[in-house]
């Protein structure tokens, strides 16, 4: 079957997206790794498939390069809302589920608000901090990110059996000026790999440095490997709501590849 595709990034975070109200597909795991493949394939951290939805806009689907279905995606998020407002799918602002609920989404020039869900447990661990910001995120606090080797330490915590059997996405953070801003490196379970970016992780990296104390406001700037993302939030009775993770959802490149 030939489909249509196009290719969006969110900071270097890229993705795959197809409309499948057209296609209605149902796609093995071998054939989305294939699609995500850089060599054989299209090329990308992972794919999603926009699915009709009787009351929401649409309905999100997000697969990692592996070719699994996995846990919300916050840069995938909001690129799948560039990509709906570019087909008329829906307007500036959306309402879409995704695999942890509803989202809701604002286009805003070549960005993107997403409303991300609450997060009420905040666990520390004594080496880091573990999370949930749709899906699972351990946050490690570092002097010198730069100094991190990100794919071997970051696997090595991913596959830590206190995160087992799912796993875990690992983000490695460091103070930077100017303040209140933080860099950010992150390994995703699932890509096996450094990510250029990560939107589940910004967010789970901006809450760790509020609860710990080295960030003082509730709107942090994150300087990743693949850009910039914006995350604020509210701090209540310790439970971080109104989380905002913002920044750019980029398309790259249209095509038809055969499946």
Same mark, same amino acid.
């Given at each position: 079957?030939?489909?249509?595709? =196009?290719? *969006?990034? +969110?900071?270097?975070?890229?993705?795959? !997206? !197809?409309?499948?109200?057209?296609?209605?597909?149902?796609?093995?795991?071998?054939?989305?790794?294939?699609?995500?493949?850089?060599?054989?394939?299209?090329?990308?951290?992972?794919?999603?498939?926009?699915?009709?939805?009787?009351?929401?806009?649409?309905?999100?689907? *997000?697969?990692? #390069?592996?070719?699994?279905?996995?846990?919300?995606? +916050?840069?995938?998020?909001?690129?799948? @809302?560039?990509?709906?407002?570019? &087909?008329?799918?829906?307007? &500036?602002?959306?309402?879409?589920?995704?695999k942890d609920g509803l989202h809701h989404a604002e286009i805003i020039d070549s960005e993107v608000r997403l409303?991300?869900?609450?997060?009420?447990?905040?666990?520390?661990?004594?080496?880091? *901090?573990?999370?949930?910001?749709? #899906?699972?995120?351990?946050?490690?606090?570092?002097?010198?990110?730069?100094? !991190?080797?990100?794919?071997?330490?970051?696997?090595?915590?991913?596959?830590?059996?206190?995160?087992?059997?799912?796993r875990t996405n690992v983000n490695f953070i460091s103070i930077t000026p100017p303040k209140?801003?933080?860099?950010?490196?992150?390994?995703?379970?699932?890509?096996? @790999? =450094?990510?250029?970016?990560?939107?589940?992780?910004?967010?789970?990296? @901006?809450?760790?440095?509020?609860?710990?104390?080295?960030?003082?406001?509730? =709107?942090?700037?994150?300087?990743?490997?693949?850009?910039?993302?914006?995350? &604020?939030?509210?701090?209540? =009775?310790?439970?971080?709501?109104?989380?905002?993770?913002?920044?750019?959802?980029?398309?790259?490149?249209?095509?038809?590849?055969?499946?």
């Amino acid at each position: 079957m030939l489909i249509k595709f =196009e290719k *969006y990034h +969110g900071a270097g975070n890229d993705f795959i !997206i !197809i409309d499948n109200r057209i296609y209605n597909l149902s796609l093995t795991t071998e054939q989305i790794s294939f699609l995500c493949h850089r060599r054989f394939g299209i090329g990308a951290d992972g794919m999603m498939t926009i699915n009709l939805h009787p009351i929401f806009d649409y309905e999100m689907k *997000y697969y990692n #390069s592996d070719g699994k279905e996995s846990t919300m995606c +916050g840069n995938g998020g909001r690129c799948i @809302a560039a990509y709906a407002y570019s &087909k008329k799918i829906a307007d &500036k602002k959306q309402n879409f589920l995704a695999k942890d609920g509803l989202h809701h989404a604002e286009i805003i020039d070549s960005e993107v608000r997403l409303g991300m869900i609450n997060v009420d447990k905040i666990n520390f661990l004594g080496d880091g *901090y573990f999370l949930n910001t749709g #899906s699972p995120h351990f946050v490690i606090i570092t002097k010198d990110i730069d100094k !991190i080797d990100v794919f071997n330490e970051g696997r090595k915590f991913a596959d830590d059996k206190r995160f087992a059997p799912e796993r875990t996405n690992v983000n490695f953070i460091s103070i930077t000026p100017p303040k209140n801003t933080i860099k950010i490196a992150t390994y995703e379970r699932g890509v096996e @790999a =450094e990510t250029l970016a990560c939107g589940t992780g910004a967010v789970a990296a @901006a809450i760790t440095a509020y609860e710990a104390g080295i960030v003082e406001s509730e =709107e942090i700037t994150l300087i990743a490997k693949g850009g910039t993302l914006k995350v &604020k939030f509210r701090r209540n =009775e310790g439970i971080y709501s109104n989380i905002i993770l913002q920044g750019p959802a980029i398309k790259v490149f249209h095509g038809e590849i055969e499946v």
